[in-house]
């Protein structure tokens, strides 16, 4: 702590550090931007909401410099072509007339206020709130204006006001520096900056716009044919320089699953680390993938190579990241805004730290706070019971509270179960109600109809990823009651979930509310039992997930046609009730949870046997 203190201290006094090594700032999902949409009509706000902007960029150039921003996407609200938003600024328009202009003022604005910050050179990629924001329904006017929700940004973000060139025109090697000829040639981009080089990538891929292609609509996240064998030949090129020392590369979505998400839509990269984008990267060793998209920081090593990924968050000056880079080194920290102050104070703390030293044979990587490496086989989310703490005193991110307590349907919650997995303190769930008693050793939670338990941080289900549980519940209820709850916490779906229920005392998963696989035994006998939920492998059947109790592989029933699963990535965990989730939920026939819950676990990987066994056996 003294260490990241006087850290802290040197570099907020002075933005100096060793003369061959040179700084940029990192700033994903800005978020800010969607103001400068009204600078011709000028409301009362808006000049000071621009001054705040430019006062807190000033204060950043002063007290962390930086030659550059890169910003993986996400600047604006980007809703341009809805039929409100075009009434109210620009009537008569069509929705393609609306994008463009509301584009031009948005962007305009944003890089004259960053310009008057100090920061003149703004390498972006497009985000999905730059396309319009996620999903594109085909057919929809959204789907329509992707070309040009794409040419608004690229006419001030890419290209010389004077002259209408591309701003970023130099090859690299025997490469193109952008994809000409492909719909991305003015948002995909490679640009040579001292001994780096960064290639921005527009991920946003569309074939129709009444076609769906993937669980967004007319729109999914890919790279694919002359868009790729351009990013192909961008890196070979650049490995064949010896004055390029590191390459990165940026985009909006994250690659490799699971990572932290607060209040987003959760999209990732299609086929992740399988991807033949993710591929190339490694081929070529990139040394990081920057992306935003979730609105948190988490930072992954690639399983078969040293590159990292580096999702990070930025929303509203809230969060950013320096980034110092020499021949070898490349330094990265993280910066969060002191709780109850403002940005344009330039009131920061240091939050985290990551090391690359590519000066040995290996490369060295070692990340410390909100930058430590997640490692993904591990178990991200654990309550023990051992103690309950204030939620004033370990404030959440995105999380509003009044007076240090938060209201979590209907209760008031004023304190904390720390998170002691892998996804860290902002995955602490706040809770009300739940006593401390006796539990399978140390103390266990005791729940009861008005108890309360749930995470406001994201995560981590998605799509068709494979997800286990694992817990130890002692009660003598005949009911059908919710143990762990993953319903959305957005629109009406009563689908795409993967819940735990004790029906009439055996467990029970639940992926939709008329289909549900039942384990053969029941445990509703008052004494303590382990229970261990397991998907066997991404996308299984509901059938095929493995249901343990007391250490041991169960025989279970299925109610409802068998599906493959998959989920929705707008949840929120709550334990003992429904918490969270949407309204729409509370329809489906299952009570709070009455008894008692110890160890809680959720690993985002299927569990074996043996690890099972030794749970129930080690008491965790």
Same mark, same amino acid.
């Given at each position: 702590m003294r260490y990241f203190l006087a850290l802290a201290i040197v570099l907020v006094t002075s933005p100096l550090y060793a003369e061959d090594?040179?700084?940029?700032?990192?700033? /994903?999902?800005? +978020?800010? /931007?969607?103001?400068?949409?009204?600078?011709?009509?000028?409301?009362?706000?808006?000049?000071d909401a621009v001054a705040k902007d430019v006062a807190t960029l000033k204060i950043l150039k002063a007290n962390y410099g930086g030659e550059l921003v890169l910003m993986p996407g996400d600047s604006n609200s980007g809703h341009w072509e809805r039929p409100a938003f075009i009434k109210q600024n620009n009537p008569g328009a069509t929705p393609e007339e609306a994008v463009l202009k509301a584009g031009k003022l948005c962007y305009s604005g944003m890089i004259g206020s960053f310009k008057k910050g100090g920061y003149s050179k703004l390498l972006m990629a497009v985000g999905d709130h730059e396309m319009g924001d996620n999903p594109w329904p085909a057919g929809s006017a959204k789907s329509r204006c992707q070309p040009q929700f794409r040419k608004a940004f690229a006419n001030q973000f890419n290209t010389n006001s004077e002259d209408g060139r591309f701003l970023y025109e130099t090859?690299?090697?025997?490469?193109? $520096?952008?994809?000409? &000829?492909?719909?991305?040639?003015?948002? $995909?981009?490679?640009?040579?900056?001292?001994? /780096?080089?960064?290639?921005?990538i527009d991920a946003f891929h569309q074939e129709n716009p009444g076609k769906v292609i993937g669980s967004q609509g007319s729109v999914t996240g890919t790279i694919t044919g002359k868009h790729l064998q351009w990013l192909e030949n961008v890196l070979s090129e650049a490995r064949k320089n010896s004055d390029i020392d590191h390459i990165f590369v940026q985009s909006h979505?994250?690659?490799?699953?699971?990572?932290?998400?607060? =209040?987003?839509?959760?999209? !990732? !990269?299609?086929?992740?680390?399988?991807?033949?984008f993710w591929k190339?990267?490694?081929? +070529?060793?990139?040394?990081?993938?920057?992306?935003?998209?979730? +609105?948190? =920081?988490?930072?992954?090593?690639?399983?078969?190579?040293?590159?990292?990924?580096?999702?990070?968050?930025? =929303?509203?000056?809230n969060n950013f990241q320096t980034l110092d880079v020499s021949d070898d080194r490349i330094e990265v920290t993280c910066f969060g805004q002191q709780p109850g102050t403002e940005t344009s104070e330039g009131k920061y703390s240091i939050t985290g730290k990551l090391l690359i030293d590519k000066s040995g044979k290996e490369t060295q990587i070692e990340g410390t706070g909100e930058l430590a490496l997640l490692d993904v086989n591990g178990r991200h989310f654990y309550y023990n019971f051992e103690g309950d703490a204030a939620l004033a005193d370990n404030p959440i991110m995105g999380l509003s509270t009044t007076k240090g307590n938060a209201n979590l349907r209907g209760r008031i919650c004023s304190r904390i179960f720390p998170n002691l997995g892998t996804f860290g303190p902002h995955y602490a769930a706040i809770t009300a109600n739940v006593d401390l008693v006796e539990g399978v050793q140390g103390k266990a939670g005791k729940f009861t109809k008005e108890s309360?338990? &749930?995470?406001?941080?994201?995560?981590?289900?998605?799509g068709k990823q494979a997800v286990s549980y694992s817990l130890w519940v002692r009660s003598k209820s005949k009911k059908n009651q919710m143990l762990i709850n993953t319903g959305s916490i957005w629109g009406k779906d009563r689908k795409g979930f993967f819940n735990l229920h004790l029906n009439n005392g055996a467990p029970e998963v639940m992926v939709s509310e008329k289909r549900c696989l039942t384990s053969k035994s029941k445990i509703n006998d008052g004494e303590w039992h382990h229970i261990a939920v397991s998907m066997p492998s991404d996308g299984c059947l509901l059938s095929e997930v493995q249901i343990y109790v007391d250490g041991k592989l169960t025989g279970t029933s299925l109610t409802g046609q068998d599906l493959r699963l998959h989920f929705n990535q707008a949840v929120r965990m709550g334990? &003992?009730?429904?918490?969270?989730?949407?309204?729409? +939920?509370?329809?489906?026939?299952?009570?709070?949870?009455?008894?008692?819950?110890?160890?809680?676990?959720?690993?985002?990987?299927?569990?074996?046997?043996?690890?099972?066994?030794s749970l129930f056996k080690s008491g965790e």
């Open positions: 090594t040179w700084r940029f700032l990192l700033l /994903a999902d800005w +978020h800010s /931007a969607e103001k400068y949409t009204q600078s011709e009509k000028n409301p009362d706000w808006f000049d090859p690299i090697g025997d490469a193109t $520096s952008r994809p000409i &000829g492909t719909p991305y040639e003015a948002t $995909s981009y490679a640009y040579r900056h001292k001994n /780096a080089l960064f290639v921005t979505l994250p690659v490799i699953y699971p990572v932290r998400k607060v =209040n987003s839509s959760g999209m !990732m !990269m299609d086929d992740g680390i399988n991807s033949s190339t990267l490694r081929k +070529h060793k990139v040394d990081i993938y920057f992306a935003g998209e979730v +609105h948190a =920081n988490t930072v992954t090593q690639d399983q078969d190579s040293s590159m990292i990924q580096l999702v990070s968050r930025g =929303n509203f000056f309360r338990m &749930g995470v406001f941080a994201m995560g981590p289900l998605y334990f &003992g009730g429904l918490n969270y989730s949407s309204k729409a +939920h509370d329809r489906i026939e299952v009570e709070p949870f009455v008894g008692s819950l110890d160890e809680i676990a959720i690993w985002t990987r299927p569990l074996r046997d043996a690890e099972v066994a």
